[in-house]
C-alpha cells in the first residue's frame, strides 16, 4: 500500500515539474479545492464498498 502512494507522489511530482518545465498551467483545481474533492471521491468510494459489504453479509 505505501509503495503504491510512494510511486503516486512521485509520478504526480514528475507530472508538476514537466507542466512547470513547459511553462503549461498545473493540470490541477486550486489546492484545497483539488484535495477536498479528492478526499470527498475517497469517501465516497469507501462509504460504497461499505455499504455493498453490509448488504452482502445481511443476506
Known amino acids: 500500500m505505501m509503495k ?3 510511486l ?3 509520478t504526480g511530482f514528475a507530472v508538476g515539474f514537466l507542466f512547470a518545465w513547459l511553462k503549461l498551467p498545473i493540470p490541477a483545481p ?7 474533492g479528492i478526499i470527498g471521491i475517497y ?5 460504497f464498498e ?5 448488504i452482502a453479509s445481511s443476506k
Open 8 to 10: 503516486a507522489l512521485l
Open 30 to 36: 486550486p489546492a484545497l479545492a483539488g484535495i477536498t
Open 50 to 54: 461499505w455499504i455493498v459489504s453490509m
Open 43 to 47: 469517501l465516497g468510494f469507501r462509504t
Open 4 to 6: 503504491v502512494a510512494i
